[in-house]
């Protein structure tokens, strides 16, 4: 069975769980989130099954027993894949298909393929390639029968035989040139990505000055809408799982003078391969250098708490459990409100409950957010000449100005900046007579 087509679009699947100890899942229906993923794929599901074990088996995963069941199943709706809510060794994979007789896939490999058929840009396809790559290497095996060792055939010299003089011996495996094939390939795509990295890097770096809000959450929790609603991007919105896979990043006017940049990044699930959040690592970039974390939560899922635990752990793969974030209870208008309230307890105290598709909540968030940007700016207090268009500019579209007066042929202005734009002043030699912090600021700066 090659193990290169992942695709699963219009086939007959059936899904396969096994509930271990101490798993995640929703219990009413613990393969739901499977369903939608394949469903997402693009894939028929025509049957379930489901086993507890108190642990996995080492051959086929699932007991002998329940194989059987599944290979009755198989036949019985004619299916042609069966999907995994778990990861399989390669050798699970290879004995399975063997029983089976059909093409078997795992929960990686199943998002693997949807993040496959949303890739559109340059970056998302490498990222993705690299992921798939990373994931099928150790699961190839040889496919050519025909070409069981090539150049030598165990040391032949007779009429047509391949190789001669300097070329016997037995010869290199079919398998072994696959590998060293892909291997080449991903050596390759980490260098393109590399590129694309540094690129991406010197980009955030050069929005250092402003402050950042990254938008995280689960898939399909209603990150895009909100981004659509606060900004007016009009970013893609689908009722699909990864419907966003490269990150936008949009200008916020929390009010006229307040600007902040947000960003949409791709959607997390639960037990999402790592060697993906290692692939898209450039993508999130903007979460990591984030100076604060919008956390959506879709309010009206059953298992909130648990998608929320899954995204807490990604963040903390990439190292962002640590950074400010305000939790948002999302699709607040298709739920009751009594019913959302252990929801808020086991999220968080202070979430905020909003909906991203009627507007409810959005200025308490915007609230929250200035509160947030202020915390991290510079209140301060300068007096200048007033014709000294250059630094009257500079403020007037980098800061937020409290006061203005105007004393003869000087100004004196209060004003919040951001604290990594406040060395930029220090361009204006010489423009500035007085520089002082307002009270209680630990700032004495002079001329």
Known sequence: MERTELSVRRERAVLVGLLLPGMQTDLRDPLAELR???RTAGAHVVDHVLQKRSKSDPALFVGRGKVEEIARRVQDHEANVVIFDNDLSPAQLRDLEQVLNCKIVDRSELILDIFATRAQTKQARLQVELAQLEYTAPRLRGMWGHLERIAGAGGATGPGTVGGIGTRGPGERQIEIDRRLVQKRVSYLNEQLARIDRRRLREVKSR???????????????????????????????????????????????EPGQLVLLSDTVGFVRDLPHHLVASFRATLEEVIH??????VVDGASPVADQQFRAVRQVLAELGCQDKPELTLLNKMDAVDEYSVAPVVEQLAKDAIRISAKTGQGLDRLGQRVRQARQSDQVRAHLRTGAGNGRLLAFLASEAEVIERRFLGDYVEISFRINRAKFPRLYEFNGSFEQLEPWPNDNLAVQK
């Open 290 to 295: 984030a100076n604060l974390l919008l956390h």
């Open 208 to 254: 250092a000055e402003q402050f950042k809000v990254s938008l995280v959450g689960y898939t399909n929790a209603g990150k895009s809408t909100l981004m659509n609603t606060l900004t007016g991007a009009e970013v893609l919105v689908e009722d699909k799982l990864f419907a966003t896979l490269d990150t936008r990043t949009r200008k916020w006017w929390l």
């Open 36 to 38: 939608s993923l394949a």
